[in-house]
């Protein structure tokens, strides 16, 4: 036998490489093959629900590392969630309607024009169910489990169904209207957009002042006045039907360079400067209320221009007088209806200006400025012409310029039930504050819901239209078309006529011949996703409602968490969710937005193929993401290099308890010794911590805590010095087991704690451990354990901790100095204050062993000698490192002055010649 044969150098099969990109999708096979998931819901399904209800995705494309930070951090929180107590089942969805797949197949070659409709949809369903299981797979090669075999995607059969319920109570209620106003309408999508559609981008825009000559001065204007309108927007002058004042406003009449004009008297010197005025006189004031009804000669058309009252006009810019263009804008198009002005709007759904703009037909809208402001300088009515950049609305689907265009639309009419949904926010549990204030202003100031869209890919609005245009939207109708839909999709109202789609032996006094259209206009997208509380979430019966938990990111207070709040609060008079989280946007490492054209996308793909969805996984729970983030291959390699500090520390603690059986070896905490008892308390702080973390979704605290307890507590601390206890010691020795005791308690805890976040990592630590779960997805989270000397031991060592900083400081020093080259090789000697003394007598272990020093001696604070430089002073002890004197043990590695010399070993100390004397006596003959 040979010394290295007395030592417990274990070894473990647990790898120090994880391989995680090969391992990965072969344990991800296991779990499927053994139903984990279901195995799971089965343990859960008597307790309390927790129902996080999923925002749908659109389904477009491979995901992105947005995609990756929204569905981990769901994950994270139902994976928590099913070790905690609660039964929360977890079902994916996607939203498959919409612009972007139709332009997918455009740029695909289709020719939407060649086909039918219902032929064309037909192509839209088979790209989007493409498109679903192309992130199906990337978001179960996440870890993200769930039910993937089972999801809801709105253009399923029954999702409609339902959709279109939803629908018929918000207009059996009231609530659905058609109506002629100005919307936001996307020339690049030839449709109208709702307001959460809507993004703004800035643009250069031509800035002018236009003259309108007065007609009729109703004896309060002279007829060679002219009224100063400014407008950014040139291409809606021939839309003009009125100039709007404030009836309040006090208006001037000045005299300026040979001509008379019209502007607000407080923005009557700002004028004068922007127009260049050099010679001006006031010839009078009046109310803006007396100028009511004055006619004014358009610019450049043979009509009139109405003067009118409006509340909209102010003086933040401008003249204090605004052209108005009831067909473009909605503030116009309310002022002008009280005064019965027609509602013109000459521009077709492309963009183009029609036969109602004479001398414009044909001409795209923003082509029209120039030929405007040439026209304005022929009649003398162009007062001034510059340019500026300044913030625009554009569509978020195309980027491209959006116009305020008035035509006939589907409208949920929002004023009239828009107190309940304010009231209903304030009931919500709005994670982060600041959140409740954004969605109940949007509501405050949003105007009625445009759900109408003009296109072919979407769930169709079941409107039938009689002979004489009366819309009929009945109880009766509605049910039939949602049984039509669930028996055969959506797709057959475009496959049928109008009266094969009615309830057979439908009658209307509207239609005494019996003849029915039907509307072809599709709802909004956000109506298909916001009708997932009645399609999803009362439709199964594995969920709840209201759900527990919407999360999705900052965008969707506009978006989907706007529509489904309307959707739900309309017809179920409630909120569809208890409590919102939301996160910020995924941004590169310097700070943009992630971009094709600027080169910094990462996809999460690439990230897996080289570092494995863990590493993904631990780099969500690394991020505020209650803010934007940050993600960049540097970022992920500091994620990459945690991940491997975490995991060669549960490597070593499961290296070391290779001989240890959790059933017999396990020493109470009672007989631990306080060493031991301290570490047992610092895990179950962090066991605190990490769930609290958990419980406030705050994932950043638990990688800090994790990372923290690994780093400083175990790998600096507590494992540094257990070699000499766990390599020494016999392997019965009570130092021994009681170590291993806290060494697999550790691992068991992490395992545990870390199940949420890296379960593919976890699932192969726990193939190592003797726990009577198969699966660690299967076990509960570890509880607060409550140790009746905690807080007094925990205070003792806390404080030794503070001293030993000191004495590392001063084997700091000695190591430069070139006193001694390892902390083993230190004699130590510490003068101490009696209270110093007192704690190091109190804490009842070997701190030579905790130091890693030769020789630990501890001396009175009266006893340091005089004048010897080599002395550290701190507040209440000064350090003194000298190099141990004596030979090195051939076995422990201590270097001694009192070694036994052994035939045929070598050197021994008095503890190593006890220990094989006790257990490997064929050493020492």
């Not at 999702?159 to 020339?187: D, H, T």
């Not at 340091?864 to 490192?881: A, H, N, Q, R, Y």
């Amino acid at each position: 036998m040979e010394v290295k044969d007395t030592l417990n150098l274990l070894k473990t099969k647990f790898p120090m490489r994880a391989g995680l990109p090969n391992k990965e999708p072969d344990r991800q096979a296991e779990w499927t093959a053994n139903n984990l998931y279901e195995r799971r819901q089965e343990l859960n399904k008597d307790k309390k629900s927790f129902v996080l209800h999923d925002g749908p995705p659109f389904a477009n494309g491979n995901i992105h590392m947005g995609h990756a930070l929204n569905k981990v951090s769901k994950d994270i929180i139902v994976r928590y969630k099913s070790m905690s107590g609660f039964r929360s089942p977890y079902v994916p969805g996607w939203d498959t309607h919409g612009l972007p797949i139709e332009q997918a197949l455009t740029n695909s070659g289709v020719n939407r024009k060649s086909m039918t409709v219902a032929e064309y949809r037909k192509l839209c369903e088979a790209y989007a169910w493409e498109q679903v299981n192309t992130q199906r797979e990337d978001f179960k090669r996440l870890g993200v489990a769930g039910e993937w075999d089972n999801p809801y995607v709105t253009l399923t059969k029954d999702y409609e169904a339902e959709q279109i319920k939803v629908f018929g109570k918000m207009a059996e209620k009231g609530f659905i209207y058609r109506g002629l106003k100005p919307i936001y309408w996307s020339p690049s999508s030839e449709s109208s957009l709702a307001e959460a559609e809507i993004e703004y981008k800035d643009v250069k825009s031509p800035n002018i002042y236009v003259a309108f000559k007065v007609n009729d001065g109703k004896e309060i204007l002279d007829n060679d006045t002219s009224l100063i309108i400014w407008t950014t927007t040139p291409w809606t002058l021939p839309s003009n039907l009125a100039v709007a004042v404030n009836a309040d406003f006090d208006y001037a009449v000045v005299e300026a360079d040979g001509r008379k004009f019209v502007v607000a008297s407080k923005m009557a010197e700002e004028v004068a400067e922007i127009l260049g005025w050099e010679d001006v006189e006031l010839i009078k004031e009046v109310k803006g209320s007396d100028l009511e009804h004055v006619t004014t000669k358009h610019p450049f058309y043979d009509r009139d221009s109405l003067v009118i009252l409006g509340d909209h006009v102010t003086l933040e810019s401008g003249t204090g007088l605004v052209h108005t263009a009831p067909g473009h804008g909605e503030e116009d198009f309310i002022a002008a209806q009280q005064y019965g002005l027609k509602v013109l709007s000459p521009v077709d759904e492309k963009g183009c200006f029609t036969n109602e703009a004479p001398g414009l037909e044909g001409v795209y809208y923003d082509d029209a400025n120039k030929i405007i402001t040439d026209w304005l300088k022929e009649k003398d009515a162009l007062l001034k012409l510059s340019f500026f950049t300044h913030s625009y609305p554009h569509d978020w689907r195309t980027k491209k310029p959006v116009i305020y265009r008035a035509t006939p639309q589907w409208f949920a009419s929002i004023k009239d039930f828009r107190e309940d949904i304010l009231k209903a926010i304030q009931e919500v549990n709005w994670l982060q504050p600041w959140g409740m204030q954004r969605i109940y202003n949007m509501v405050r100031d949003r105007g009625d819901w445009v759900i109408s869209r003009q296109r072919a890919w979407g769930v169709p609005l079941p409107i039938f239209y009689a002979e004489n245009g009366d819309a009929i939207i009945t109880p009766e109708t509605i049910e039939h078309v949602s049984n039509l839909f669930a028996e055969f999709g959506s797709n057959v109202w475009f496959e049928r006529e109008a009266k094969d789609l009615l309830p057979e032996g439908f009658e209307s006094p509207s239609s005494p011949n019996g003849r029915f259209t039907k509307e072809t206009d599709i709802m909004d997208v956000w109506f298909d996703s916001g009708s997932s509380h009645q399609a999803v979430l009362k439709a199964r019966e594995n969920l709840t409602f209201p759900a527990d938990m919407y999360l999705e990111g900052s965008d969707q207070y506009r978006g989907w968490f706007n529509s489904s709040l309307t959707t739900s609060v309309a017809i179920n008079d409630t909120t569809p969710y208890k409590s919102v989280l939301s996160q910020g946007m995924v941004l590169d490492g310097d700070g943009r937005k992630m971009s094709k054209s600027l080169g910094n996308t990462i996809l999460p793909n690439k990230v897996i193929k080289q570092m494995g969805a863990d590493i993904v996984r631990l780099w969500v729970s690394s991020v505020d993401s209650q803010a934007d983030v940050r993600v960049s291959m540097d970022i992920l390699k500091q994620v990459s290099e945690v991940y491997r500090k975490i995991r060669n520390t549960i490597r070593f603690l499961i290296q070391n308890t290779e001989d240890f059986s959790p059933v017999e070896h396990t020493v109470p905490y009672e007989e631990l010794r306080t060493v031991d008892q301290y570490m047992m308390n610092r895990l179950n702080r962090t066991v605190e911590k990490v769930l609290n973390a958990y419980d406030n979704y705050d994932f950043s605290d638990i990688y800090k805590e994790i990372n923290q307890f690994c780093t400083v507590d175990m790998s600096n601390f507590y494992v540094n010095f257990s070699k000499d206890v766990l390599y020494i010691d016999a392997p019965d020795a009570h130092s021994r087991r009681a170590m291993q005791t806290v060494f697999y308690q550790v691992t068991v805890k992490l395992a545990k704690l870390l199940t949420p976040i890296i379960p593919h990592t976890t699932e192969e630590i726990w193939t190592y451990l003797d726990e009577e779960e198969d699966y660690v997805q299967l076990a509960e989270m570890p509880e607060v354990e409550q140790y009746g000397n905690a807080e007094e031991l925990v205070e003792k060592w806390d404080k030794f901790m503070r001293l030993r900083d000191h004495i590392l400081k001063a084997n700091e020093v000695a190591r430069e100095n070139k006193v001694i080259g390892k902390d083993f090789e230190a004699d130590t000697t510490l003068y101490a204050t009696k209270e110093v003394r007192s704690l190091l007598d109190s804490l009842n272990t070997d701190l030579r062993q905790i130091l890693i020093a030769s020789n630990f001696t501890v001396k009175d604070l009266s006893e340091k000698p005089e004048g010897d430089t080599s002395i550290l002073d701190f507040e209440t002890v000064s350090i003194k490192v000298e190099h141990m004197e004596g030979e090195v043990c051939e076995r422990c590695r201590i270097t001694s002055k009192d070694l036994i010399e052994v035939d045929g070993v070598g050197k021994l100390c008095t503890r190593c010649h006890h220990i094989c004397e006790q257990h490997y006596p064929e050493l020492l003959k």
